[in-house]
């Protein structure tokens, strides 16, 4: 069952995936980033910051991004000699790599800070993740960073202690010896003092094993706090979490902590700092430094909230009731419920039932839904359809020109000889009179131009009516003369008599008849000026219907390319959007007729296309060739 | 005037205007008409369309350049394409208007090849006089004839023809007589007027 949510979930996940997959592989421009950790990478609160500041770069970056990772691991390695051995690692390993941001966690003091970016290119920018409640560095001539500075938590940890475990009247403060313990242990110290009826106890000069021991005794309205804990007290380096993880399960009183590191450690909890909220912090800031934005401009995030975290399972030991945790809190290992073991199972039932219900919904919406769809492409459609005729029209545009020029040349040359004319003393009026007859002819001739174009330029729906076939095909015939003219194609026409009328729109079946002339010439472009011919017949056919054929002597259509023709995005000429004949078929469908292509038994190709009598919505069966 | 044009009611109007600034004119419908009709060795100039079902206005360029009677050509055309108008300029056209060209471009474009027919016409009639007169010429005087105009001393020629001096001023004096002309400057102007001895009078049937 699981299995089978699991694959439904993944269909339904995948396509997202795929999509986000595309975003991001852009390998043009990677960033390259460096991450520095003071301290041993595998420490909780560094496995946690180092997967949410990569997860929240990766998230908004359509940059491909290449991570690099160092750690000095300065707890354990404590002398100089080592720091110079690692600023001369760090410098030479990177001496040819180019950086776009370096990343530096610091925990225990700010010697990255000081002197690591000598050893990095000069340019490139920083931002510091600083845990610790040290004093922010005072760096003279660094302006290259920015940052997020963590304090802890120290008054919400106390208050925390108090909301869980308002009967506590004595609280055992552990801290290390090391120089950031010490700012963390006198802060506690100053908020002890605050706190009345509580005695504050500071185990600070003993050793671990005596802590431990001593841990076990506690008596019960007794808690322990552990601060920071890098160096024990014979100066011995540690860390904190470890000392949570030795302690919290043997002592006999609840342990609390700092930092979000050390829950799980068995201490019930604390008003943490939370690693991956600083990671996202830190990952919000590198992400503005990686568009572009100045170090310099951003401003240095102080941050001094902790997060109040509890392990559910220390909680059960020590009986505290959820009700106490105050609002916001984060309730870590909590095992599941029925709904969440089994949460896929009545998920899956559920999923039948509602599935059915939108099978039945969907089957009724479908229907409406179709109807409007229908509407659509036919506006779709009329819309494709005009676009195809207006850039047709700009085919014809140098031979319209020619086709206004002539008459409107005529009509100037006529007015600048009755000009001179009238200038005379006896003005042959007799003249004049037969330039302004011509001048008037030609002016209509001009005009028959623009109507004969000007409705193919209108944008309209599909209007049916009763069409006068053989007016249509002559004033086509027309349109395309001037172009057939300068392409030095012979146009004839062949129209049977007494044809009775069609039923359809005259601009889109004009836009059908007009591209199959265009591109009969267009066949005809290599073969002999005497012998390109283009015949236009117009009958009727033996069932009733009306017939429209083109035929080109050209140089014919391949039986690959015949069968494809009527294909949008289809054209075997180079300058062709190959929507000319795709359009023409859906013109013709909703016409209720029918078009088809045919080669010629000598030589070039003959287009047929066939439309209702009058009256009637769709062609008359019978007319559309074999398939031979 | 003569002026070409399929589109009958344009050529009416161009043939009125012309007429009334002064030019007889001419008008035939098509190419085949004109040639058919026209006399030959009238001169004038051709204003014709480019455009026209037949022999179309290059086709009648062509073939009037190849008659006796070449007159310069004017192209009116609807919208004149680069193609068209480079090759029509190519082959020697007058002038290339569109049918809407201003009128003082159009009278200036028929002045001008009226102007060059004139010209041409003047120059045909000398190279016919010359070459008929130098057909009177001797062939020796021809050949005589050939190295003067190339820039010949005397003494040149009579080497180069192995014949006296003399022999050869005797020659020259025949040649002016005969060609009327006064000098040898004139002499050798008009033969690079008429470019009648561009190549060697021995390689040349005249």
């Known amino acids: ?628 | 005037m003569f002026i070409v044009d399929d589109d009958a009611s344009f050529l009416r109007s161009v043939s009125r205007l012309l007429g009334a600034v002064g030019y007889s004119v001419e008008a035939f419908v098509c190419a085949q008409d004109f040639f058919a009709r026209s006399a030959p060795e009238r001169p004038g100039c051709v204003v014709a369309d480019l455009q026209m079902p037949g022999i179309n206005g290059l086709q009648l360029q062509e073939a009037l350049l190849r008659s006796a009677n070449p007159l310069p050509v004017i192209f009116l055309t609807g919208q004149g394409d680069i193609p068209t108008t480079v090759s029509a300029m190519r082959s020697g056209a007058e002038d290339f208007l569109t049918k809407r060209a201003p009128r003082d471009e159009l009278l200036a474009a028929v002045e001008r090849a009226m102007e060059r027919d004139g010209r041409e016409r003047q120059r045909r009639v000398r190279h016919l006089e010359l070459s008929r007169r130098v057909a009177e010429l001797s062939v020796r005087e021809k050949e005589v004839l050939g190295h003067v105009v190339r820039g010949q001393m005397n003494k040149e020629i009579a080497a180069d023809l192995k014949i006296n001096v003399r022999t050869v001023k005797l020659h020259r004096t025949n040649i002016t007589r005969k060609l009327n002309v006064q000098s040898v400057a004139e002499l050798t102007r008009l033969a690079d007027e008429t470019g009648l001895f561009k190549t060697p009078p021995e390689n040349r049937a005249v």
């Open chain 1, 1 to 628: 069952m699981a299995g089978l949510l699991t694959f439904a979930w993944m269909c339904i996940m995948t396509p997202r995936a795929v999509a986000q997959g595309t975003e991001g592989a852009n390998f043009s421009s990677a960033k390259h980033v460096l991450l520095i950790f003071s301290e041993a990478r595998d420490l909780p609160g560094n496995v946690m910051m180092e997967q949410s500041v990569r997860a929240e770069m990766l998230k908004n970056s359509t940059n491909r991004m290449e991570f690099f990772t160092e750690s000095m691991d300065a707890a354990r390695f404590p002398s100089p000699r080592h720091y110079r051995l690692f600023h001369d690692y760090i410098k030479n390993k990177y001496a040819g790599q180019s950086l776009d941001l370096v990343i530096m966690f610091m925990a225990r003091d700010f010697m990255l800070a000081r002197e690591l970016p000598t050893a990095l290119a000069s340019n490139v920018p920083s931002i510091f993740v600083v845990v610790n409640d040290l004093d922010a560095p005072v760096l003279p001539g660094h302006q290259q960073y920015t940052g997020v500075f963590q304090r802890f938590d120290v008054q919400g940890t106390i208050q925390f202690i108090f909301h869980l475990q308002p009967e506590t009247r004595r609280v055992v403060v552990l801290s290390g010896t090391s120089k950031a313990d010490q700012a963390v242990l006198d802060r506690i110290a100053d908020t002890s003092r605050s706190v009345d009826g509580v005695d504050f106890e500071f185990w600070t000069n003993r050793s671990m094993s005596e802590i431990y021991e001593d841990a076990k005794k506690l008596t019960a309205g007794t808690v322990i706090l552990i601060g920071s804990m890098q160096r024990d007290v014979s100066g011995e380096p540690i860390y904190t979490s470890q000392v949570a993880r030795m302690l919290a399960p043997a002592a006999s009183v609840p342990v609390y902590v700092l930092g979000a590191g050390s829950v799980g450690s068995g201490a019930l909890g604390g008003d943490v700092v939370d690693f991956d909220d600083l990671g996202v912090s830190a990952g919000k800031l590198a992400e503005r430094v990686l568009a572009g934005t100045p170090t310099s401009q951003i401003p240095i995030e102080m941050k001094s909230n902790g997060v109040p975290m509890v392990d559910w399972r220390a909680m059960q030991r020590w009986h505290i009731k959820s009700s106490r945790l105050p609002a916001g809190s984060l309730v870590r290992y909590q095992p599941q419920s029925l709904w969440e073991s089994h949460g896929d199972f009545i998920v899956l039932v559920g999923f039948g039932f509602l599935a059915q219900a939108i099978t039945i919904a969907a089957l009724l919406v479908q229907r409406g839904r179709q109807r409007r769809a229908e509407a659509e492409i036919l506006k779709q459609r009329t819309e494709l359809a005009h676009v195809a005729r207006v850039s047709m029209m700009g085919q014809l545009a140098s031979a319209l020109t020619h086709e206004l020029n002539q008459p409107l040349g005529a009509i100037l040359r006529n007015a600048e000889a009755a000009e001179i004319y009238l200038q005379g003393d006896q003005p042959n009026l007799e003249e004049v009179r037969a330039i302004l007859t011509d001048i008037r002819r030609d002016d209509k001739r001009a005009g028959n131009v623009i109507d004969r174009m000007r409705s193919l330029f209108k944008r309209q729906k599909l209007a049916s009516g009763t069409l006068d076939l053989r007016d249509l095909v002559e004033d086509t015939m027309a349109m395309a003369r001037p172009d057939a003219a300068q392409r030095q194609v012979r146009l004839k026409l062949e129209i049977s008599p007494h044809l009775p009328p069609a039923q359809g729109d005259r601009v889109h079946v004009q836009q059908v008849l007009l591209n199959l002339i265009l591109n009969g010439m267009d066949a005809m472009k290599t073969i002999p000026k005497s012998r390109r011919s283009l015949t236009v017949g117009l009958d009727k056919t033996a069932n009733g219907n009306l017939q429209v054929t083109v035929s080109d002597c050209g140089t014919g259509v391949t039986p690959d390319d015949a069968v494809h023709i009527f294909e949008p995005f289809f054209s075997t000429k180079s300058n062709g959007m190959g929507m000319g004949l795709a359009i023409s078929r859906t013109i013709m469908e909703a016409h209720g007729g029918e078009i088809w292509m045919k080669s010629n038994a000598m030589e070039g190709t003959t287009f047929t296309f066939i439309l209702p009598p009058s009256g009637f919505d769709k062609v008359r069966p019978g007319d559309l060739p074999g398939l031979s």
